[in-house]
Every structure is written in structure tokens, then in C-alpha cells.
């Protein structure tokens, strides 16, 4: 219900209550109002009410806004809403919104979105740069606990505790979990949890998981800004430091080929996926996007037009490459061609053999029954196969690193690599894999020494 009071001024102003807030406190909104001079009183009544009426349905509705009384955590939410939710791609928005969540909120949100100033946001980087500086305490069961939960399957796990299976076996296998987790296993089985999970000591977080805060404050800053709410973006003076560039890892001449041949007598599938993404350099929910008309045998073009991912949460989706560019076609080897055609026949033959027993999936890469695979298999059989041969450690997307890194040792220049694997411009291919094309500057000076002696040989 919106009121008006007179102020001494002579202004007048409306206040709406919006019931209480989590501490029981009275929730108001508030807005002055200056009428005209010669105005009668009649006519002063009736411009009040009419503006009463005017500012409560504003409140109401939630589209009146004061940069000077909004908090953090209320044009944050709003950010979400009209911003995060409609722009972002699902697996840009979950973790975005846990990081708000889990730290920022917690930290910012209650200050007055005009009152934040660049020094509190270098603060809060400071502090989660400092060990102790995560927000939720990590928990690994100790010896007694691993000893107790190996009686038990996954799936009896689940049953008497309620967590996912998948949470059960990570645990089972020493891994780490949140105190909520740890704690709703004790109570299930009415163990001592100090006796059964110890807390572990986290390092601070990277500088890359930094970066990624501080983009997500900067953004909801401008988002403010382009409301009109604040006159400038305090994140955008932040002085970050030096951001540590993680190195790409990827496999030499020498590991691929070892690759290649551990490959030899696995699932045809499997082979035909790892190799495509060697062959290409494409990203995992591109290689699961993919369809048979997506291949063009007689040009030997593959057109990559979309991705299918998982997302907790959300599910299986299908949505466009993450960049305009990413929408692209690429050229494959007459060897990749050769092993998409023995595939799709493979299929053929799986189809005839099953008859009506064939799911009939429609994307490229399927199980031997016809379903299709779910986007998150080719990582999970690719670190499980690594794990069987004893090679290096890399994950499925550093595959599509081994692909750049080969190619650009072999005289690939940077435009037509960056077209290749869909990157917004050439800057980013440089930049990501300087380190291969630094080392080519040996090369170079070779080839100037070779060009050094063609010269004097022929003019001097």
C-alpha cells in the first residue's frame, strides 16, 4: 500500500512497503516528488494521487529502479533475468550462476550497487587469492569411511543416502565432496562424521577462475550502467595483475603415434571419433552434433553447424557452435573420408542384423544399437582408455590442441588453422598456441641462413 507524506521542503513523497525482508525489517520504497507551483489544491491532490498510484504499480511490477538504494544482489538478480538468462548459453550460465552464488553474493551483494567502488572489488580478488579464500570447505572420507562404503554398490549407496551414484563412486574412491554430502552420508548410516571425513586444505583459486569473477561483476556493472543506474562501471578500473596463462597441453609426433596404434583394436566408434577430432581439431559437442548429412563424400567437406552438450541441470540440448565462426566447413583427409564411409557401412550392416530391435538415433556417432551417444561419452571412454594403455594424461579437448600443435609444426599458417577450428578471429589461434608457433623461430632462422647462402651463391 503507497502513502504520501509532506516533506519540509515542500516536495512530497511516496512510499510503498513491500513487506520484510530475511531479518523481519520492513521493506520500503521510496520516491520524492516536486510539484509545479501554481497548481490549486485540487489539482495538487489529484497529480499526487495520480503519481501514488503510478509509482506502486512501478514497484509492483519491479520496473522502478534507484541505483542509489538497489543492492548488488537486487540488480544482480535482474541482470539474470533480463540479461544472463537470455544471452548466455546454459553451460556459460550455470557456472556463472554458482560463482554468484557461492561467493559474490555473499561477499558484494549486500552493498549499495552506487556505493561500490573499485576498491572493494580488488578487495574481494585479494581475498580469494589468500588460502582459506573459498566459500565452501571440502571433505574426503578417510580410511574408516572407504573401508565401510566398499560393502556397498553404487546403487545401494543411493538408495540409503539419496545421493547420486555418481557422487557415491567419487567418494568410494577417495575423492572429495561438500560437508552437506558428507554430512547426509553420516546421518543416513548414524556414523561419527568426525571420525569419517577429514577437511581438506584448497589452494587458492586460480587466476583464471579469478578472471572469471571479476567478468561476471563487470558485466552486471554495465548492464547498470546502460540502465542508467550508476554512471560508471567501477569493475572496469580494476587493476587484475598478471594473469597466469595455463599451458596447453598436447600430444608430439612420437604420442600420437602411439596413439594411433593403441587405437587399433578398439571399438570402430570410438576410433572413428578420436580420429575425427584429430583429424579436424573439433570441440566434443561438435563431434556429438554432428549428422550423416553433415558429410559430403564427394567434396570431402564436413560441415559443422552445431553442438549437442549435456548440462546438469538442464539436460541434453542441442544449440549453434559458440561463435558465428564457429559455424563453418573444414576440409577432411582422404584417410578420414575413408574411415566415415567403412562407419557408416558399419551402421548399415548393425541396422540390418538388429531389424526392428535398431533405435535409429539420428546423429553421426551411435552405440551398436542404433542410439545415439550421449555427449558426455567420448570424454569419459577417451580418460578411461588413456587409463588402460598408459599414455599421457590429456583430456578430449586436447585433442583439438594436438590437432593445431601439428598442424602449425607443419607449416599451417594461423588464418587458415583459425578457420579450421572456428575461432572469432586469428588473434585468438595466435594467442592460444604461441607456444607452438614460438617454436618455429628456430625454423625461421634456419630458413633465413639457407636464404643467406642461396643469395651469395648466385651474386657474390
Not at 502513502?3 to 512497503?17: L, N, P
Request: proline share 3%.
Amino acid at each position: 500500500m503507497a502513502s504520501i507524506e509532506k516533506r519540509k521542503d515542500g516536495s512530497y513523497r511516496v512510499i510503498v512497503s513491500c513487506g520484510y525482508d530475511v531479518n523481519g525489517k520492513k521493506i520500503r520504497k521510496s520516491k520524492t516528488i516536486k510539484l509545479p507551483p501554481n497548481l490549486t489544491e485540487r489539482q495538487k491532490q489529484k497529480e499526487l494521487e495520480r503519481q501514488k498510484i503510478l509509482f506502486e504499480h512501478d514497484v509492483q511490477n519491479k520496473t522502478y529502479l534507484d541505483g542509489e538504494k538497489l543492492t548488488f544482489a537486487e540488480i544482480s538478480e535482474l541482470w539474470i533475468e533480463k540479461y544472463a538468462k537470455i544471452k548466455y548459453a546454459p553451460a556459460t550460465l550455470k557456472p556463472c550462476l554458482a560463482r554468484l552464488k557461492d561467493r559474490i553474493i555473499p561477499e558484494l551483494g549486500h552493498l549499495k550497487l552506487s556505493k561500490i567502488q573499485t576498491y572493494h572489488l580488488e578487495e574481494f580478488y585479494n581475498k580469494l587469492r589468500n588460502n582459506g579464500s573459498r566459500l565452501e570447505d571440502f571433505y574426503t572420507p578417510t580410511i574408516i569411511m572407504s573401508e565401510f562404503l566398499s560393502k556397498y554398490t553404487n546403487k545401494n549407496l543411493q538408495q540409503i543416502t539419496g545421493i547420486t551414484t555418481k557422487t557415491c563412486k567419487r567418494i568410494k574412491e577417495g575423492q572429495k565432496t561438500n560437508i552437506k554430502t558428507a554430512q547426509k552420508i553420516c546421518n543416513s548410516f548414524g556414523l561419527d562424521f568426525n571420525k569419517m571425513f577429514k577437511m581438506t586444505n584448497e589452494k587458492p583459486l586460480s587466476d583464471k577462475t579469478i578472471k572469471n569473477h571479476h567478468t561476471d561483476i563487470s558485466a552486471i556493472f554495465s548492464f547498470a550502467e546502460r540502465w542508467g543506474l550508476i554512471h560508471s562501471n567501477p569493475a572496469k578500473k580494476v587493476d587484475l595483475g598478471k594473469i597466469s596463462k595455463k599451458q596447453v597441453k598436447y600430444y608430439d609426433d612420437i604420442q600420437t603415434a602411439k596413439l594411433f596404434k593403441a587405437l587399433e583394436n578398439e571399438p570402430f566408434t570410438y576410433r572413428t571419433i578420436i580420429f575425427l577430432a584429430l583429424d579436424v581439431g573439433l570441440r566434443s559437442g561438435e563431434l556429438c552434433g554432428l549428422k550423416w548429412e553433415d558429410v559430403n563424400f564427394d567434396t570431402s567437406v564436413l560441415s559443422i553447424n552445431k553442438q549437442r552438450q549435456y548440462v546438469s541441470t538442464y539436460g541434453i540440448m542441442e544449440r549453434q557452435p559458440k561463435t558465428e565462426n564457429g559455424i563453418r566447413t573444414v576440409t577432411l583427409s582422404s584417410q578420414m573420408i575413408t574411415m566415415l564411409k567403412q562407419y557408416k557401412q558399419k551402421q548399415a550392416e548393425d541396422k540390418l542384423r538388429l531389424g526392428s530391435a535398431w533405435k535409429n538415433g539420428e546423429y553421426l556417432f551411435k552405440h551398436d544399437d542404433g542410439q545415439d551417444l550421449h555427449p558426455t561419452r567420448p570424454y569419459k571412454w577417451f580418460m578411461n582408455f588413456l587409463k588402460r594403455h598408459n599414455l599421457p594424461k590429456i583430456t578430449f579437448h586436447e585433442l583439438r590442441h594436438t590437432n593445431a600443435s601439428l598442424l602449425i609444426a607443419n607449416g599451417v599458417d594461423a588464418v587458415t588453422l583459425s578457420k579450421r577450428l572456428g575461432h572469432a578471429d586469428k588473434t585468438v589461434t595466435l594467442n592460444t598456441y604461441s607456444h607452438a608457433i614460438q617454436s618455429k623461430e628456430t625454423q625461421a632462422a634456419t630458413t633465413m641462413d639457407n636464404l643467406y647462402s642461396r643469395l651469395k651463391k648466385k651474386y657474390l
